[in-house]
C-alpha cells in the first residue's frame, strides 16, 4: 500500500476532477502499477489513462520508473510536494464537478489544444465539425507537423464541413496540399448557408474542443455529457450532408497540379 491517501483538501488543492482522482485512488492501492491496471481499477479508458498520468508527471503529482521492458507508474512524495510547491501552481485548469476548462490563446496554445487529440489510440475516433470561416483561416496556417502525428497515430476523422472546402483545397500548395491526403477521414458536406460560422469543432472521448483560428481564441472542455451531446449533434449533421471521398478529390488536384 502507498504510506499516503489523499485526503479530500489535498483532492481540493491538486484541483483533480473525479475521473482524475479515480486514477489517483487506484495508483494508492499498490506501490507501482501499469497503465493498463491504471484503466481497470479506475475504470477510465487506457488512452485516457496515458494522457492523464504525462499531465500528473509534468505537474510532478507521479513518477515513471522503468520495470523490465516496460513502464510502471508511481504516486510521487506528495508530502514534499506540498511542502515546497505554490499550492495555487498545483492545479493548472477550473473543475466544477466532473467538468474541466481550458482556454488557450495564440498559434503555439492553440496547437497543444489541437494534441490533445493524440490522446486517442489506433482506429479510435474524433468527429469533426468545420466552419467554412475556420477552414478559410486554417489555409494559412502550418498544420502538416500536426497531420502527420495524427496520419501516424491512425486516428480516424469523422468530418462535417462546407461545400465550400473543395475550393479551398484548391488553393492549397505543395506539402499541405500532399499532407492532407493518405488521412483515415470520412467527409459529408453540407450546404454552405449551414456552414458560415467560424469554429472548428472537434469532440472525442469525453472531451470538447472548440478553436477559433481567426482570433487564435480555443476553448477546450473535458466532460462526458457535453461531449456526448455535441457528438449527437455531429451525426445528425452528418446525417444530412453528401459523404465524398476527400482522400480521392485531393489525389485528382495534386494530379491536375502535376500536369500544368
Same mark, same amino acid.
Given at each position: 500500500?502507498?504510506?499516503?491517501?489523499?485526503?479530500?483538501?489535498?483532492?481540493?488543492?491538486?484541483?483533480?476532477?473525479?475521473?482524475?482522482?479515480? #486514477?489517483?485512488?487506484?495508483?494508492?492501492?499498490?506501490?507501482?502499477?501499469?497503465?493498463?491496471?491504471?484503466?481497470?481499477?479506475?475504470?477510465?479508458p487506457?488512452?485516457?489513462?496515458?494522457?492523464?498520468?504525462g499531465?500528473?508527471?509534468?505537474?510532478?503529482?507521479?513518477?515513471?520508473?522503468?520495470?523490465?521492458?516496460?513502464?510502471?507508474?508511481? #504516486?510521487?512524495?506528495?508530502?514534499?510536494?506540498?511542502r515546497?510547491t505554490?499550492?495555487?501552481?498545483?492545479?493548472?485548469s477550473?473543475?466544477?464537478?466532473?467538468?474541466? #476548462?481550458?482556454?488557450?490563446?495564440?498559434?503555439?496554445?492553440?496547437?497543444?489544444?489541437?494534441?490533445?487529440?493524440?490522446?486517442?489510440?489506433?482506429?479510435?475516433?474524433?468527429?469533426?465539425?468545420?466552419?467554412?470561416?475556420?477552414?478559410?483561416?486554417?489555409?494559412?496556417?502550418?498544420?502538416?507537423?500536426?497531420?502527420?502525428?495524427?496520419?501516424?497515430?491512425?486516428?480516424?476523422v469523422?468530418?462535417v464541413g462546407?461545400?465550400?472546402?473543395?475550393?479551398?483545397?484548391?488553393?492549397?500548395?505543395?506539402?499541405k496540399?500532399r499532407?492532407?491526403?493518405?488521412?483515415?477521414?470520412?467527409?459529408?458536406?453540407?450546404?454552405?448557408?449551414?456552414?458560415?460560422?467560424d469554429?472548428?469543432?472537434?469532440?472525442?472521448h469525453?472531451?470538447?474542443?472548440?478553436?477559433?483560428?481567426k482570433?487564435?481564441?480555443?476553448?477546450?472542455?473535458r466532460?462526458?455529457?457535453?461531449a456526448?451531446?455535441?457528438r449527437?449533434?455531429?451525426?445528425?449533421?452528418?446525417?444530412q450532408?453528401?459523404?465524398?471521398?476527400?482522400?480521392?478529390?485531393?489525389?485528382? #488536384?495534386?494530379?491536375?497540379?502535376?500536369?500544368?
Amino acid at each position: 500500500m502507498q504510506s499516503m491517501e489523499l485526503t479530500e483538501k489535498q483532492i481540493t488543492i491538486l484541483g483533480l476532477s473525479t475521473r482524475e482522482e479515480r #486514477i489517483m485512488r487506484a495508483l494508492e492501492k499498490a506501490p507501482r502499477l501499469t497503465t493498463s491496471s491504471v484503466a481497470r481499477s479506475s475504470r477510465v479508458p487506457r488512452t485516457t489513462v496515458q494522457y492523464i498520468l504525462g499531465q500528473f508527471r509534468t505537474r510532478g503529482i507521479v513518477r515513471r520508473i522503468h520495470v523490465g521492458g516496460h513502464q510502471e507508474w508511481k #504516486i510521487a512524495d506528495l508530502q514534499k510536494l506540498f511542502r515546497h510547491t505554490d499550492k495555487s501552481r498545483l492545479s493548472t485548469s477550473k473543475h466544477s464537478a466532473d467538468i474541466e #476548462i481550458t482556454t488557450y490563446k495564440g498559434r503555439h496554445q492553440i496547437m497543444q489544444a489541437y494534441e490533445k487529440t493524440l490522446e486517442l489510440g489506433r482506429a479510435e475516433r474524433a468527429y469533426v465539425i468545420q466552419g467554412n470561416g475556420a477552414a478559410r483561416a486554417s489555409i494559412n496556417w502550418e498544420f502538416v507537423e500536426f497531420i502527420r502525428k495524427f496520419k501516424k497515430a491512425h486516428i480516424i476523422v469523422e468530418a462535417v464541413g462546407g461545400e465550400e472546402v473543395l475550393e479551398l483545397l484548391r488553393v492549397l500548395e505543395g506539402k499541405k496540399l500532399r499532407a492532407r491526403h493518405g488521412r483515415m477521414i470520412i467527409a459529408h458536406l453540407l450546404p454552405d448557408t449551414h456552414m458560415d460560422f467560424d469554429i472548428d469543432a472537434v469532440f472525442f472521448h469525453d472531451a470538447a474542443l472548440f478553436v477559433n483560428i481567426k482570433e487564435k481564441e480555443a476553448v477546450f472542455i473535458r466532460n462526458e455529457p457535453i461531449a456526448n451531446m455535441f457528438r449527437n449533434i455531429f451525426f445528425l449533421l452528418q446525417s444530412q450532408g453528401k459523404k465524398i471521398d476527400l482522400n480521392a478529390y485531393i489525389q485528382s #488536384i495534386i494530379a491536375d497540379k502535376s500536369a500544368n
